[in-house]
Each structure stands twice: as C-alpha cells, then as structure tokens.
C-alpha cells in the first residue's frame, strides 16, 4: 500500500468513504473551471474518476493520491500522477496534477502534496521525467509548477478542447540540482 506523510498530509490510495467528500469538491464550479470542459462533476462521474485513478495505480504502479489532512482526516482532494496522453507532445509521459476543495486553497496544501508527489515519481518510482501541463490564465496552478523546480516547454492547444495550455518538465538531474 502506497502512502506518504508530509508534515501536514497523508498521501494514500483511494477507499470508498472518499466519494462523497471527493464529488463535493467536483461539484464546485470554481474548482472545475481549468479541467476538461470545465463541467462539474456528479457523484457517479467522481465514482468513475477514482476507480480509473485506482486501475492506473493497479496497473501503473502510479496514480492520482487521495489527500488528506493529518490533523483530521478530512480529504482534501487529489494530487499525483496520470498517464499525459491527451496531448501528442505529452504522449507516453507521466503529468503531475492537483485538485484542491476551496476551503483547502491559499494554505500551501497543494505545494507540499505535490513535492511529495515528484519526489516520489523520480526517486521511489524511477521515473526519469514528469510533466505538467497548464491552461493558460490557471496561476494558482501555474504557481504550484514554479515551485516545484519545473521548466518550461512552450504552449500547444489542448485538441480535445481547443484550450491554449502550457507545458512544462523536470527530470531527474533537474530535480537532484
Ligand atoms: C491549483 C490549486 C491546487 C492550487 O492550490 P493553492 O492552495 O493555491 O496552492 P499552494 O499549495 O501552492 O498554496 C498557495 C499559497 O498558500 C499560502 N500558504 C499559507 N500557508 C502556507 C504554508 N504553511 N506553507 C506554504 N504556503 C502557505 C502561500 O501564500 C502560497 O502562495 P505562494 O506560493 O505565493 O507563497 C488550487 O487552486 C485548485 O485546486 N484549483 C482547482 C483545480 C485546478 O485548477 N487544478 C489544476 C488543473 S488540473
């Protein structure tokens, strides 16, 4: 079983109890807004969602972790890693993302997860290379990526959506700098 502690989170594959707390924050508009096509989602697309996140980490040995708050257990949303086919300049890649409740922004929760999420996707993991990738205008996002050491790739459009998005990686050697 995969888990992480950081200071202030576990890290930790998903369980049936995190589907309602995980479709609430799906269903906020706002923490929708740079994903897909920016649509909420419902309970039984969260459902789908996590077990796709479950079967990547059974057959990938990565995933999207669940992310909770050590302090209380409450899950805060997901953070990890995911196959970045959707765009041909990502193909055969491993992407990192985030996805935070509103209440859990602006406390440096997706930041730490995310560290902990490279760092395990370079070092545990072995991978040699993960990206990113980022719709333009999303700077909370796009925040969390200059911390994480990440150099930028230039911009493409997202084909399914049309949307411009940034890309963005960091390899071993660049992490270990
Ligand atoms: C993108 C997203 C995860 C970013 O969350 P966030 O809370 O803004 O990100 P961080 O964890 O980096 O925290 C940001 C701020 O928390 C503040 N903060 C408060 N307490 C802190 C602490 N103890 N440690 C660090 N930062 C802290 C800092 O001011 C920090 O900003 P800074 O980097 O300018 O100093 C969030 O906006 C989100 O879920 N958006 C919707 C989903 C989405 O768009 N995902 C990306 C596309 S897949």
Redesign the pocket.
């Known amino acids: 079983m995969t888990e992480i502690r950081t200071p202030r989170l576990l890290l930790r594959r998903w369980t049936d109890d995190d589907l309602v707390p995980l479709s609430e924050i799906n269903a906020d508009p706002d923490?929708m807004?740079?994903?897909g096509d920016g649509s909420a989602l419902d309970l039984e697309e969260t459902a789908d969602a996590i077990e796709r996140w479950e079967e990547e980490w059974d057959d990938e040995g990565f995933g999207l972790f669940a992310v909770e708050l050590l302090a209380s257990g409450e899950l805060i949303?997901a953070v990890g890693l995911s196959a970045a086919d959707d765009l041909p300049e990502t193909r055969h890649q491993v992407q990192i993302?985030?996805?935070?409740g509103r209440p859990?922004?602006?406390?440096?929760?997706?930041?730490?997860a995310a560290q902990a999420a490279l760092e395990f996707a370079l070092q545990d993991r072995g991978l040699d290379r993960v990206v990113a990738v980022?719709?333009v205008g999303?700077e909370?996002?796009a925040?969390?990526i200059r911390?994480l050491g990440m150099a930028s790739d230039g911009e493409t459009s997202d084909p399914e959506t049309g949307a411009r998005v940034t890309l963005h990686s960091i390899d071993l050697t660049e992490y270990e700098a």
Not at 107 to 112: C, K, L
């Open positions: 923490v807004r740079w994903t949303g993302s985030w996805r935070l859990f922004w602006g406390q440096g929760y997706a930041s730490e980022n719709r999303n909370e996002s925040n969390v911390k």
